[in-house]
Antibody, heavy 121, light 107 residues
Framework: EVQLVESGGGLVEPGGSLRLSCTVSDFTFSKYWINWVRQAPGKGLEWVANIKYDGTEKNYVDSLKGRFTVSRDDAKNSVYLHMSSLRADDTALYYC??????????????WGQGTLVTVSS | DIHLTQSPSFLSASVGDRVTMTCRASQGISYYLAWFQQKPGEAPKLLISAASTLEGEFPSRFSGSGSGTEFALTINSLQPGDFATYYCQQYNSYPWTFGQGTKVDFK
């Protein structure tokens, strides 16, 4: 069973930056699309971004383009979410999620437990 | 962007009830729709993919239907562990989007 572990969350001031990490326990990590989904406290789910298995394609929710960037390091089995110009409404639990099948950008199957980002002064 | 509207937002029911919730897409998404179950303090779990394919860990009292713009999730004979929030999500086109959720609680 694939396991995903997010890290890097914490308290950051408005306007600040943060880098979230997602480490995947699967030796075939380099064959998977990786997604980020967030959930503000007491609110619903919002898909944030994803990155193709080879890093050649990245997709973002329109409202976050230019502030959030996704990258990956296959040597470390890790994906990163670089967040800048953070605002209070970016406060959320950020989940790392993968599909079931390799090479496929499809339904969100394996979820991590999330890392909490709090933007506050 | 494709907007997903879930109805109802809240659903009060009793153990043993049959409940149905719907998800309407603002444009056609074929069968590229998933349903998730989320309980408080837990990460969401994939319940149904491709509109009607049930994930193995869930019992057959859960079923999904629909295609295009109209979808439904039905739970036959609601059990205590089914009280949760359910989200639909489309993966037909970017940006992927979620519905606002349907919370199923005790009547």
């Amino acid at each position: 069973e694939v396991q995903l572990v997010e890290s890097g969350g914490g308290l950051v001031e408005p306007g600040g930056s943060l880098r979230l990490s997602c480490t995947v326990s699967d030796f075939t990590f380099s064959k998977y699309w990786i997604n980020w989904v967030r959930q503000a406290p007491g609110k619903g789910l919002e898909w944030v971004a994803n990155i193709k298995y080879d890093g050649t394609e990245k997709n973002y929710v329109d409202s976050l383009k230019g502030r959030f960037t996704v990258s990956r390091d296959d040597a470390k089995n890790s994906v990163y979410l670089h967040m800048s110009s953070l605002r209070a409404d970016d406060t959320a639990l950020y989940y790392c999620v993968t599909p079931l099948r390799r090479y496929r950008a499809e339904y969100l199957h394996h979820w991590g437990q999330g890392t909490l980002v709090t933007v506050s002064s | 962007d494709i907007h997903l509207t879930q109805s109802p937002s809240f659903l009060s029911a009793s153990v043993g009830d049959r409940v149905t919730m719907t998800c309407r897409a603002s444009q056609g998404i074929s069968y590229y729709l998933a349903w998730f179950q989320q309980k408080p303090g837990e990460a969401p779990k994939l319940l149904i993919s491709a509109a009607s394919t049930l994930e193995g860990e869930f019992p057959s009292r859960f079923s999904g239907s629909g295609s295009g713009t109209e979808f439904a999730l039905t739970i036959n004979s609601l059990q205590p562990g089914d009280f949760a929030t359910y989200y639909c999500q489309q993966y037909n086109s970017y940006p992927w989007t979620f519905g606002q959720g349907t919370k199923v609680d005790f009547k």
